[in-house]
C-alpha cells in the first residue's frame, strides 16, 4: 500500500516538473499524454486502485484523486504561461507590418464652404459669423418681417424660446454686420440654419452663405456680375445663369438665382425637369427700409445681398440625389470626395 502511494507521489512530481519545463504547446501536449492520457501514467495509476483489496482502496483513491486534482492544475497554468509567452513574443514581433491609421479628412461641407468662401474672398468680400440662436428680432423683425405677417410662414422656424430661436437664415448676420460697420461692407457669413423641414433636398439642418455688400452706386448689374463670376469659378467657367423674379421682405426687387443644369447645360433632362435651369439661391436689391434699423442714409448707398444653400451647391456640383448622404456619417459615402 505505501509503495502505490509513493509511486502515486513520484509520479504526480515527475509530471509536474515535465509541465514546469515545456517551453512550447507541443511539449506540453506531449507530457500530458504521458502522464493524463487515457492510458497515460497517472491515469493507469489511479484506475489500478480498484483492483486494491476494499480496506486499502478509500486511502489510495484519495491520494490518487488529490494527485489527479493537483496535476490537471499544474497542467492548466503551464497552458497559460504558454499563451502568455506567445502572445508576448507577438507583441514584441518587430517584423510585423505596421498598422496604418485611417486618416481623416473634411467633410464635403466643409470643403464647400471654405470653397465658397475663398471665391468671394478673392473678389474682395472678407468673412464674418453670427450667432445661431438667435433673436426674433434679427431674423424676422429688422429683416422687414413685421411680427404676424405670412411672409414668416416660408421659414419654417424652430423656436428655443420666448423670442429666441434657431436662425433660419444668414440673413440676421446683414443686420448684425451694419450695425458694427459703416458702409463700405463687403461680406460673406457662411453658417448653419434651421428649419422644420426633412425630405430628400431638404435637411433640418443645413448651411448658408449669406452676402452683403452695401456701397456707392451699386446696381443690379453688381449683383448680376458677382454672382456670375461665383458660378464660373465654383462650378466650371462656361455656366450660365438666370435670375427670376422672386420675394423677400429684405430685398426689392428680389431674384432667385438658377444656374444651366450641370447635367444637360441647359438642353432640358430629368435632374432640371426639362427646364434646363436649377435653382441655386435668392438674392435681391438690400430694400431701403432695412437701412432704417441700423441708421445708413438710403440716398448715399445702395446695395444687394443673396443668401446661398451650402448643401445645395454641394449637390449640385457632385451630382448628390438625396441631402441625408452629407448627414448619416457613411464613410462609404464621404470617403468618395
Ligand atoms: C433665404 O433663406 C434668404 N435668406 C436668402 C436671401 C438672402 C435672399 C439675401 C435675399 C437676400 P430661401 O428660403 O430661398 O432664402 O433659402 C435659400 C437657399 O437655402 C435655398 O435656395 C436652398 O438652397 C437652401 N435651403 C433652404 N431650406 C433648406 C433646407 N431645409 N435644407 C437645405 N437647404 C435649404
Known sequence: MSGLLEKIVSIQNSALQAFNQAANSQDLEKARVEFLGTKGRLTELTRSVGTLPAEERPQAGQAANEALKTTKAAHQKA????????????????????????????????????????????????????????????????????????????????????????????????????????????IVAPGKTYRRDDDITHSPMFHQVEG???????????????????????????????????????????AEVDIACVLCGGRGCRLCKGSGWLELLGSGMVDPALYKFVGYDPREVSGFAFGLGVDRAAMLKYGLSNIRHLYEGDLRFLEQF
Open 79 to 186: 497552458l497559460e504561461r504558454i499563451a502568455e509567452t506567445k502572445s508576448q513574443k507577438a507583441a514584441l514581433d518587430v517584423t510585423l507590418p505596421g498598422r496604418r491609421r485611417p486618416v481623416g479628412r473634411q467633410h464635403l461641407i466643409s470643403r464647400t464652404m471654405t470653397e465658397i468662401c475663398e471665391i468671394f474672398e478673392r473678389l474682395g468680400f472678407t468673412v464674418v459669423e453670427g450667432p445661431e440662436v438667435e433673436t426674433d428680432y434679427y431674423n424676422f423683425e429688422a429683416l422687414n418681417f413685421p411680427a404676424d405677417h405670412p411672409s414668416r410662414d416660408m421659414q419654417e422656424t424652430l423656436f428655443v424660446g420666448n423670442k429666441l430661436l434657431l436662425r433660419t437664415h444668414t440673413s440676421p448676420v446683414q443686420i448684425r454686420t451694419m450695425e458694427k460697420r459703416r458702409p463700405p461692407v463687403w
Open 212 to 254: 452683403l455688400v452695401v456701397d456707392k452706386g451699386i446696381t443690379m448689374a453688381d449683383l448680376k456680375g458677382i454672382l456670375s463670376a461665383f458660378a464660373t469659378s465654383f462650378f466650371s467657367p462656361d455656366t450660365a445663369i438666370r435670375l427670376r423674379p422672386s420675394f423677400f421682405p429684405f430685398t426689392e426687387p428680389s
